[in-house]
C-alpha cells in the first residue's frame, strides 16, 4: 500500500489477530503501529483512582476496559513521541474500544489535521478465538508468538527463532479473564462495527484463515477504494 500519513484502525474481538497483522503490515508497508494493549501493559504499575486505585496491570487480569479518559491521554502521549508523526502511517490496534474513544480519536485526528481513513473489522468465530487465545505462548527472549493448538516450535520447548528456551503467556490469556474480555467486546465494542459503517468507513475481513490468507485480506481492504 503507497500512503502517507494514514490513520487506519484495526478493530475487531480479542484473539482475531489484529496484533499479528499490525505487525507484519510494520516490517513491509511503513506504517507505525499504535497498540492500546502493549501502552497499557508498558502502564502496568500505575494506579488508576476510578478503579479504587487498583493498577493497570491488575485491570488488564481481570479482562475489563480502562476507562477512555486515561486511554486517549496515553494515546495522545504516545502521537507526541512519535517522530514526523504527520507524514507516517498510523495503525491504531484495539483502540478505539467505546463511542467514546472513538469520538475522541477523530478529535485527535483533527488536532493532527488528519482523520481516520479506514477501520477494518476482522470477523472470527468464537470456537476460534477460545483456541487462539487459550492456546498463545511467547518465546521470552525474542517475542515470537506459538499456540498450543496450531503452530509449536520445531523442536520442543526450543523458539525456532533465537533458540530460548523460555516462554510465557499472558496473564489475561485465561478462560475466566477472556470470557470478560468477550463480554466487554459484547457490549462495548461491538457497537463500533455499525458506527463506523454509518460513516462508509469499514471493511471486513475474514480473520479466520491462517495468518497469510488473512494478510491478504488486509492488503486487499488497505488497496480497496470503495467500502466492500
Ligand atoms: P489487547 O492487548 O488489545 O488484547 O488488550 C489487553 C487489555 O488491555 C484489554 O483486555 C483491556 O483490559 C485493556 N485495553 C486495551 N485497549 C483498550 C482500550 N482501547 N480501552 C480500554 N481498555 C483497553
Known amino acids: 500500500m503507497n500512503c502517507v500519513g494514514k490513520w487506519i484502525v484495526f478493530l475487531g474481538a480479542p484473539g482475531c489477530g489484529k496484533g499479528t497483522q499490525a505487525e507484519s503490515l510494520v516490517s513491509e508497508n511503513n506504517f507505525t503501529v499504535v497498540s492500546m494493549g502493549d501502552i ?50 498510523l495503525l491504531f490496534d484495539g483502540i478505539p474500544r467505546t463511542i467514546g474513544q472513538a469520538e475522541s480519536l477523530s478529535l485527535l485526528a483533527e488536532e493532527f489535521k488528519k482523520k481516520i481513513d479506514k477501520v477494518l473489522n ?64 459484547h457490549s462495548k465494542t461491538h457497537i463500533l462495527i455499525d458506527f463506523y459503517s454509518k460513516l462508509g468507513m469499514l471493511y471486513n475481513v475474514n480473520a479466520n484463515d491462517d495468518p497469510q490468507k488473512v494478510r491478504e485480506f488486509v492488503l486487499d481492504s488497505l488497496n480497496a477504494k470503495k467500502e466492500s
Not at 479518559?69 to 513521541?81: A, F, R, S, T, Y
Open 122 to 185: 476482522f470477523v472470527i468465530d468464537d470456537e476460534i478465538i477460545f483456541k487462539r487465545i487459550l492456546g498463545r505462548y511467547k518465546c521470552s527472549k525474542c517475542g515470537k508468538i506459538y499456540n498450543d493448538f496450531f503452530l509449536s516450535p520445531k523442536v520442543s520447548g526450543v523458539c525456532d527463532v533465537c533458540g530460548g528456551n523460555k516462554f510465557d503467556r499472558r496473564t489475561d490469556d485465561n478462560e475466566e479473564s477472556l470470557k470478560k474480555r468477550l463480554s466487554e467486546y
Open 40 to 89: 497499557l501493559r508498558e502502564n502496568k504499575t500505575k494506579s488508576v483512582a476510578a478503579y479504587d486505585g487498583m493498577t493497570i496491570g491488575e485491570i488488564i487480569g481481570n479482562g475489563i476496559l480502562l476507562p477512555d479518559e486515561i486511554v486517549m491521554g496515553l494515546v495522545k502521549d504516545e502521537l507526541k513521541k512519535i517522530d514526523s508523526v504527520v507524514n507516517r502511517n
